[in-house]
T-cell receptor, first 116, second 111 residues
């Protein structure tokens, strides 16, 4: 069974379009994250939800809007896509979030977004 | 601002050689994690070190947490082509949901 799954794996779209990426985890974790990995492979946190509540909202354009319908799901909607949004987006989850020493994170396979 | 400096950024060596990757910070972490990421996949957790001075071994990989819990190293003995990948370190701070990530080390082991 896949622990953290994301759909789609690849997303190619035109500038100005609106798109969504979905994430689901079956690990029973309380905390979920969205990361952006650029061409230099640096992982940048975008958002984090703990039990459906937004707890991290980094400096991300408000064209990006996360939604967590329940603690197993965290979706990312992007409006008015721009060329600079092209990257790999990773969803991750962790059991303890900020409440333990560990915050070990489990990642999905990534969604490669290409904006043309 | 908490930073985790990872070095080297890129390493290409022959099969059978040894190597060490470093992560350094001026901040104290409650734990430090090492992940490996292969092309087209997400990072996968290798190990978490928690106690200052702790050493953990995973087959040919040895992970060490500095005494002051500000730095860590990953040593690979007799590297194999299967070790090729992007290695990422990440520091956790208690009560902070956000991990502090290193920039990654791209490792290539040539047969």
């Amino acid at each position: 069974d896949t622990a953290v799954s994301q759909t789609p794996k690849y997303l190619v779209t035109q500038m100005g379009n609106d798109k969504s990426i979905k994430c689901e985890q079956n690990l029973g974790h309380d905390t979920m994250y969205w990361y952006k990995q650029d061409s230099k492979k640096f992982l940048k946190i975008m958002f984090s939800y703990n039990n459906k509540e937004l707890i991290i909202n980094e400096t991300v354009p408000n064209r990006f809007s996360p939604k967590s319908p329940d603690k197993a799901h965290l979706n990312l909607h992007i409006n008015s896509l721009e060329l600079g949004d092209s990257a790999v987006y990773f969803c991750a989850s962790s059991q303890d979030g900020g409440t333990s020493l560990y915050n070990e994170q489990f990642f999905g396979p990534g969604t490669r977004l290409t904006v043309l | 601002t908490q930073l985790l400096e990872q070095s080297p950024q890129f390493l290409s060596i022959q099969e059978g050689e040894n190597l060490t990757v470093y992560c350094n910070s001026s901040s104290v972490f409650s734990s430090l994690q090492w992940y490996r990421q292969e092309p087209g996949e997400g990072p996968v957790l290798l190990v978490t070190v928690v106690t200052g001075g702790e050493v953990k071994k995973l087959k040919r990989l040895t992970f060490q947490f500095g005494d002051a819990r500000k730095d860590s190293s990953l040593h690979i003995t007799a590297a194999q082509p299967g070790d090729t990948g992007l290695y990422l370190c990440a520091g956790a701070v208690h009560s902070n949901y956000q991990l502090i990530w290193g920039a990654g080390t791209k490792l290539i082991i040539k047969p």
